[in-house]
């Protein structure tokens, strides 16, 4: 089948284009695209979509993605987290290994498999765990994990304190290709901390941590990294005071790049002054200082992607005293539109977003998905980059609605999400 989208505004973040022009998919492969009207096409299509001027983009490829199978299914399923990733423009899911129990098991990722080919309308990519149970005392498995269909391996929040176990592992991962994906924290600095230290943290008596602990833990990896010469990302660089690190790791040749959640560009640590339990996440919000020294490493390209980072957390878990509650927030269908708060503050444009959000993650993780380019699968989100709406969390598909944005003015619909060239979503 062969369907022609025209009148788009095209999204291309491999030229770093934003201009009107066509699009013609068949078979699921984008095959050709031209600038405004088509003249002279070989091929008539089966069907032609008018996208009446709106924007199409490569769909997101969100790394970080956590569903709560196993273990914890009351929280977020596979297919509740597919419909979600689906409604915000959400075409990949590179989820996390940190279930009950860890994804450390060929067994587990092929359940994984199993459960998102059945329920996700999207695609879903497992991560394994680096160690087992994510205990940070034994590497799993890499080579198995690997056939077994990981795409990277980390224990998530899970700082591997014994040095000598991650430089084992790095090494093995080096020597299979493996790329691993860490969360540079200092841990003891770290653990137990509600809050960026600071005058904000103690007014409002929060248990508080300095971001160099984040500095110092990225430090200790990229170290690890010289040693061993292992595929390194950071997943979430969230404090001005990092950047230095991760810039000479750059230059010095190293194979490292760097994430950040879509929370640490759009927030800050003043957003907790009512002590409301959703704007709880891990690592905690920073300063305005440190926002927008983040949000320039992202259009510089020093940081290359941005995630969702997306925590389902039970309202038992969050209705609890700030320090605590359980950290984290739903983002599949928040992303964009809180995106596209940074594209109408003039902080980036929209391609330099969906580099961040579509092709460095689709290049980082090997995957051709990411770009408008002949040959590239048909992964797309239709959006309104200007439409206004005010979100209420109770009308999310996620299992849980633990969202910082909830009642908040937002800009930035999803019209139409297509997986394959299939529509997997649609707005009324």
């Known amino acids: 089948m062969t369907t022609l989208f025209t009148n788009a505004r095209l999204i291309d973040p491999e030229t770093g284009t934003d201009a009107v022009g066509w699009l013609m998919v068949r078979d699921g492969t984008i095959t050709a695209r031209g600038e405004n009207s088509p003249q002279g096409l070989e091929e008539h299509p089966a069907k032609t979509i008018d996208c009446m001027g709106k924007c199409l983009a490569p769909g997101i490829v969100d790394i970080g993605v956590k569903v709560c199978e196993p273990g914890e299914r009351h929280k977020e399923s596979y297919k509740t987290a597919g419909l979600a990733a689906a409604a915000g423009g959400v075409t990949t899911m590179i989820t996390r290994p940190d279930t009950l129990p860890a994804l450390d098991t060929p067994e587990a990722l092929e359940f994984v498999e199993r459960r998102a080919n059945e329920a996700a309308p999207v695609n879903v990519l497992p991560m394994a765990a680096l160690t087992k149970g994510r205990e940070g005392r034994e590497m799993t498995e890499i080579g198995f994990l690997m056939d077994a269909g990981a795409v990277a391996f980390t224990d998530c929040d899970h700082v591997v304190t014994d040095t000598k176990v991650l430089t084992r592992a790095m090494t093995y991962a080096r020597a299979l290709g493996a790329l691993v994906i860490a969360h540079p924290q200092e841990p003891t600095l770290s653990g137990g901390a509600a809050a960026t230290s600071g005058k904000f943290a103690a007014l409002r008596g929060l248990p508080a941590v300095s971001p160099m602990a984040e500095r110092m833990g ?12 292992v595929k390194y990302h950071a997943d979430q660089i969230t404090c001005a005071r990092a950047l230095p690190a991760l810039e000479r790791a750059k230059n010095n040749g190293f ?106 993650p689709a290049r980082r993780l090997g995957l051709p998905c990411g770009r408008l380019s002949a040959g590239a699968p048909a992964d797309l989100v239709l959006f309104d980059a200007d439409a206004p709406f005010v979100l209420d969390r109770f009308k999310l598909n996620s299992k849980s609605k633990n969202t910082p944005f909830d009642g908040r003015t937002m800009q930035g619909k999803v019209l139409a999400t297509y997986v394959a060239g299939q529509a997997v979503y649609t707005r009324d």
């Open 218 to 229: 990225l430090d200790r990896d990229i170290a690890l990294v010289e040693m061993t010469g």
């Open 255 to 360: 194979d490292v790049t760097a994430g950040t959640s879509i929370h640490h560009l759009t927030l800050n640590e003043l957003d907790v002054a009512d002590y409301r339990t959703f704007f709880k996440i891990k690592p905690p919000l920073r300063s305005e200082d440190d926002r927008v020294a983040i949000i320039e490493a992202v259009r510089t390209g020093l940081i290359d992607t941005i995630s969702s980072m997306h925590t389902p957390q039970d309202e038992e878990s969050k209705r609890l005293p700030f320090e605590e509650a359980a950290s984290g927030a739903v983002a599949l269908e928040t992303l964009l539109p809180a995106a596209m708060s940074l594209y109408h503050n003039g902080y980036l444009t929209l391609s330099e977003l969906w580099r961040a959000m579509s092709l460095n």
